[in-house]
């Protein structure tokens, strides 16, 4: 079955730091795009970083640029989602989404059921 | 950035009846190779988003005929023919054509 799934979230303090994984199950990683999206609950989806599919290349949401850094391994299938200098507005579930490459547009086919951040003192 | 705008922002809608979203652009989304990057997703309740139709009017796999996609440059519309209960949740047209990219606010399609 192809799935993507998420982990990493949790409770953390204002400036804090968190670390999001995302480990696909049943197909490789390698080729493709792979983006995260957030989404506050209650509110729409706000995409936040893509990376392309040796990392080479990178694109933020501008309000993340210099806090986030989005990242890969595709030895181990997994996507990363380094978040430091975290803010209230940061909390949001995040999904991780695969890329469908072959198009060459951002069409996201895969997603994942999503990892939780709170921001909080 | 370019700005998706969605309406209505609530559908309600009688089991068997069609459905109209509209999703509007603020830059034409439509690429050199002919094709809009303008895609659907439906985020049922609970539920991860998934993708719907893509590049405008492409059907994802396993994606009932009973939805279909139109519309070009910075207008766009997502039809669903016949509704059933299985349709509801909230309806998201998002543009590809550059970063970052955006949503639409979402439409909330709810059975009557």
């Known amino acids: 079955e192809v799935q993507l799934v998420e982990s990493g979230g949790g409770l953390v303090q204002p400036g804090g730091s968190l670390r999001l994984s995302c480990v696909a199950s049943g197909f490789s990683i390698s080729p493709d795009y792979m983006h995260w999206v957030r989404q506050v609950p209650g509110e729409g989806l706000v995409w936040v970083a893509r990376?392309?599919?040796?990392?080479?290349?990178?694109n933020y949401l501008e309000s993340v640029k210099g806090r986030f850094t989005i990242s890969r391994d595709n030895a181990k299938n997994t996507l990363y989602l380094q978040m430091n200098s975290l803010r209230a507005e940061d909390a949001a579930t995040y999904y991780c989404?695969?890329?469908?490459?072959?198009?060459?547009?951002?069409?996201?086919?895969?997603w994942g059921k999503g990892t939780t951040v709170t921001v909080s003192s | 950035d370019i700005i998706m705008t969605q309406s209505p922002l609530s559908l309600p809608v009688a089991p068997g009846e069609s459905a109209s979203i509209s999703c509007r652009s603020s830059k034409s989304l439509l690429y050199r190779d002919g094709r809009d990057r303008l895609d659907w997703y439906l985020q049922k309740p609970g539920q991860s988003p998934q993708l719907l139709i893509y590049l405008g009017s492409y059907r994802a796999s396993g994606v009932p005929d009973r939805f279909s996609g139109g519309g070009s440059g910075t207008d766009f519309t997502l039809r669903i023919s016949r509704v059933e209960a299985e349709d509801v949740g909230v309806y998201y047209c998002?543009?590809?054509?550059?970063?970052?990219?955006?949503f639409g606010g979402g439409t909330k399609v709810e059975i009557k």
């Open positions: 989404a695969k890329e469908v490459t072959s198009l060459g547009s951002s069409v996201m086919d895969v």
């Open positions: 998002m543009q590809a054509l550059e970063t970052p990219l955006t």
């Open positions: 990376v392309n599919g040796d990392g080479s290349h990178i």
